[in-house]
């Protein structure tokens, strides 16, 4: 069946659902006979149409060649944002991911072009078939922001579950949740194509990259120029076979005993499984209803699994001075019986000075690549391959760092868009080259350009841009933007060496297993924004953190509600006759046994939008500055966070003080209970806990434009901030 053909049958699938209607609002009839000549004729676009507003202003055909963004009908399928007929009713039925790429594959088989035709567009720079991971986003997440249209890069991140993976059709993209399940993480898998690209350096006004960086215009990047795909409708004269091969390892097991002496383990043990692991770490997504290049990592039943060695639970001397980035809570005795350090007072000195036998455990998180092979190419053309990233799971998936860092720098109420623990940081703005050491060695230290992000080559400027009051959809992305950036050890991946260049990426620079990234980084106020989530107010108040994305109660898992972390916040508890605060103390924390134990849940802090993100980190900068805090930790550290709540009307503490100030409160409403911390000491009755006295507690209410304070006992009055 040729691509035609399946465009029809696809069109004739859809047709019921509300998409005839839609598309005959532009002019479009997806049941006419015959279906090519109408896909190529001239149509009037209604933009004032719900999803239509940020399609390309100079696009006016269903099918436009090689112009995927100026393609009526690729844009309607592949938009996360249409999803309502011309009457604006819900639309019925929504088009399968390997749908859209028959669509993607059509846009380019009508351009009829040839290897030669590309030579000529490539104007003698160099050409090679190259494999990128992309996405089709709106306006506001593209390389030039004008309009919708396709983002490229050659990193892919995918992120380790517990569930196979779920398709949101009317999303157009993959969900984490598992409905059923609150400690359920589904797999999140990236889309791998090939295109021969040409090689050119940065040049924002074409293709990008996004976010240009200093010295881009004297680096080379890899730009898509056509989209390669099985059969004889590709490439004029040729009948093209092409297949991904994908190579991923995760080595961080042999790296901690290559870093470290007398573990026990040398080679050539070390560089066998368990401690290098390259199999059953992905596969490739079936393609009938998932599209060919769907890469999917292995879901298992548990985030981190005990490691073992000719049948036996592996184990390990643990080394001194491994700053918390190497589980060693569990160990073993010479007659093999386990004990577990969290049960043991001062296991944090236990850890750091090791010496004792401990059991070694895993995850499934890699680093890799994908590389395309074509027969009918490869004597013509050089491969290039695609970094490929499985990283940890992501706690805000509808979140973003590229648009919070893009926030945070045209905020004019922060003083200062740093304000995390760490600066803030896109992947995609990083220009280091990919793991030198992976197989095949495949990447070059020149080649620094890899997790940019790149557009298809602009042949003329939008006209216009969408409204700036047009909201986009918030989603999950496969891209770097959505990751973090490198500082030692990132979130998805680490940067080699640690210190000194030139730098790589690399998967083992990370903790192992990342479980004890994850602690650290959260307990740090989320050390890495958009990713991380922020457990400073869980624990008791330690060095300068404080709180910069509050959680709420319930997100934390007070009062009976299921935290993200399974662990226990603050508590008011009365103690000599006076109220103080519980904690359990972070010493004895331990996220693998958490991960273990299957306790780790993304089902609320899943759902918060980049909106509501961006709301919360103002909002609590906001009470910090009416408390004197300031922007100094040491100051903020004196005020921890005891409870954060969303309001909801009706509320009759909210009623009582908009009475007694004097002011009404609008949108969203934030509530705060914050104290100002006294001595704290650890109880002689257990010493997991840790005690903190309170000299004064502050209540307060913050919506977008204005707050409400109360002062221990004192009415609520209205708080004083300059906006």
Known sequence: MDLLQQITGLCSRLAPGGWRSLLLAHGLDITAVPLGAELIKPLTIDRRLRGFEDFASTGNRAIEPAQPAYSLLYHALASPEVTHDEAGQPLRLFPTPAEIETVLDFVYAASRTSLERLRKQAEGRPLAVVVFASEYRNAAQTVHGEHADLCFSRTGIARVGTAVCRYDAQLRCFLPFVDDDPFGIRIMPVRYSAYI?????GDPESFGPMDAQSGDTELDFWVPLHKLFNGSQCLVGMDLTLDLDNHQINEKLRHIHLRHSGTGWQEPQISQPPFVVTENLAHWATPEDLGQGLLLPKATPRLVEAASHEGQPLSFRMPAGTAGMVHGRHTLDEEGRFEDLNDREGVAELVKQGGYRALQYHDNTADGWVRARCPALQKFLPSIAAYSVIGAPDFFPLCNQRQLMRWANAQPTLPDPNIWHARLEALSNVRYSANPSLKDQLFSAQDRGVTAIVALPRRTKSKSSPSKNH???DRPS?????????????WE????????GPFSL??????????????????????WPGVAPDSARTFEPRSSLHSIIPLTDEEIGQHGATAWDNQQGPQLISHEGRT????????????????????FSLQLTGRITQRQYHDRVLSMHRVYNVLEAGTDPARRNNWPLLSFRLIQRPDAELDTAEQQAGLTLNGWIHRYHVY?????????TDFKLRYVDIERQVNLLVSERAMLVKYGDRPWQIALEAL
């Open 197 to 201: 690209a040409m090689q050119h350096t």
């Open 471 to 473: 909201t986009s959809v």
């Open 478 to 490: 496969s891209l770097p933007d959505a990751a973090a950036g490198i500082f030692g050890p990132g």
């Open 493 to 500: 991946v680490g940067r080699y060496p640690p210190m000194g």
């Open 506 to 527: 690399s998967g083992y620079q990370m903790a192992s297993p990342f479980t004890e990234d994850v602690r650290i980084c959260a307990a740090l106020g989320s050390y």
């Open 580 to 599: 103080i605060v519980r904690y359990r103390a972070y010493e004895y924390t331990d996220y693998t046994q958490v991960a273990l134990d299957g306790r």
């Open 676 to 684: 100002k911390r006294g001595s704290s000491w650890t109880p002689k």
